[in-house]
């Protein structure tokens, strides 16, 4: 069953008669941009718009919501932030988290809680914004996020570089960390039948990238591409692993995928398949017990 109110008020309703555990809720119908007020660099928006809505409408006063993700024209607000989505541009510019400073969102019991504020400073007490992001709706469903935003880059330029081996990627990827380079983008992607390619690439003022981007011809011969290496995700299955940085290649040879996208600055590899199936800690579950008692919202 998949539930899809038309307003904040019909949610409540629909969430406080539930008797059976939903599996779905689509918010798209909430899909208003509330406020948007570019002297303070702020925007509140209803979950249910997507992001590439978002950032068109924000986009006329050269503004943006510096997160990427594969699709934005299909993934709302309300999604990126259950699933703590995120691109290549997580290198430079952070995950969700780093621009939310306030949500709203409707509880097991049909109550509509607000946290955090519409301010970039704003002390509110204790922090739900960071628990409910990436808690994909098993505690809450949010309708309504307020972001910080960022002027949009007067550049952005990416590169690649085909590597022979995963090792000779590690090598020149610890070249370029070691190079004082300032990425945005820090790739290392494989399709099924390529070698490794490091993806490299600056935003922000035109004559820095143009700097920066001087110095990496420098290091290696990288040619320009775009960030089309991370659309496979949104075409099969896959699953992120998270490890340090410095672990990534050794992960990459232990696992040997024939396809992967992976965040060298960040750590995060993507392979193709579901994840393997994982157990809540018993300190999730008293979350979840504590926020939804009668267990109507989909599972942690």
């Not at 909430?30 to 509140?44: G, I, Q």
């Not at 099924?192 to 290696?220: H, K, M, N, W, Y």
């Not at 965040?263 to 995060?268: L, S, V, W």
């Amino acid at each position: 069953m998949t539930l899809r109110p038309d307003s904040v008020s019909e949610l409540q309703n629909l969430l406080r008669d539930a008797t059976a555990p939903i599996p779905c809720i689509d918010i798209r119908s909430l899909c208003s941009l509330k406020t948007h007020v570019p002297e303070d660099m702020t925007a509140t928006v209803d979950a249910g718009m997507t992001l590439a809505d978002f950032q068109a409408t924000i986009g006329k006063r050269d503004q943006w919501l510096p997160v990427d993700t594969p699709a934005p024209e299909l993934i709302t607000i309300g999604e990126l932030l259950a699933d703590n989505l995120s691109g290549p541009r997580r290198m430079g510019f952070g995950v969700i988290r780093d621009w939310l400073i306030g949500l709203r969102y409707v509880s097991a019991e049909g109550d509509v809680v607000f946290n955090g504020g519409n301010v970039v400073k704003n002390v509110a007490g204790f922090d739900l914004c960071k628990l409910m992001v990436g808690n994909r709706n098993a505690l809450g469903i949010i309708v309504e996020a307020t972001f910080k935003l960022a002027p949009k880059p007067e550049r952005e330029q990416f590169f690649e570089k085909s590597c022979s081996t995963i090792t000779d990627a590690a090598d020149q990827i610890n070249r370029l960390w070691n190079s004082g380079l300032q990425f945005s983008v820090l790739d290392l992607n494989k399709n099924p039948d390529s070698t490794p390619r490091i993806i490299a690439g600056f935003s922000g003022i035109a004559a820095d990238v143009e700097a920066q981007t001087r110095r990496l011809q420098e290091i290696a011969d990288f040619s320009e591409t775009d960030l089309s290496h991370d659309t496979w995700r949104t075409e099969q299955p896959n699953h992120p692993m998270s490890v340090a940085p410095n672990d990534l290649t050794d992960c990459i040879l232990s696992q040997k995928p024939e396809q992967y996208v992976a965040r060298a600055g960040n750590g995060i590899l993507y392979l193709p398949g579901t994840a393997p199936k994982r157990e809540p800690s018993s300190v999730e579950q008293r979350i979840k017990e504590l926020f939804d008692p009668r267990g109507i919202l989909p599972a942690l």
